[in-house]
């Protein structure tokens, strides 16, 4: 069975630093590029931050370059998103999703964690 199950979430203060993580099983980790999205309330999905399957290069929706940083453990098939510096406006439910190196459709999608920055 396929899984992506994200976790991390949680209320922090603005200005805070959240560490969240997706894990992955079900298929060949190291086949596939993973990117994160969000939802804020009431809004669209909005992409985040993307990397490549050999986590080589990263890529940054420009509302959060220079704060978030994202990478990979291949090994243990997980990939983070280490968000700093954290405003208000990152409130929102923070998916990950996987998308095969031979493909430009994203395959696997998570869960979802919930991150609230507020004081």
């Known amino acids: 069975e396929v899984q992506l199950v994200e976790s991390g979430g949680g209320l922090v203060q603005p200005g805070g630093s959240l560490r969240l993580s997706c894990a992955a099983s079900?298929?060949?980790?190291?086949?596939?590029?993973m990117t994160w999205v969000r939802q804020a309330p009431g809004k669209g999905l909005e992409w985040v931050s993307h990397?490549?399957?050999?986590?080589?290069?990263?890529y940054y929706a420009e509302s959060v370059e220079g704060r978030f940083t994202i990478s990979r453990d291949n090994a243990k098939s997980t990939v983070y998103l280490q968000m700093n510096s954290l405003k208000r406006e990152d409130t929102a439910v923070y998916y990950c999703?996987?998308?095969?190196?031979?493909?430009?459709?994203?395959?696997?999608w998570g869960q979802g964690t919930q991150v609230t920055v507020s004081s």
């Open positions: 079900g298929f060949t980790f190291g086949d596939y590029a």
């Open positions: 990397i490549t399957w050999n986590g080589r290069s990263t």
């Open positions: 999703a996987a998308k095969p190196n031979w493909s430009v459709d994203y395959l696997y």
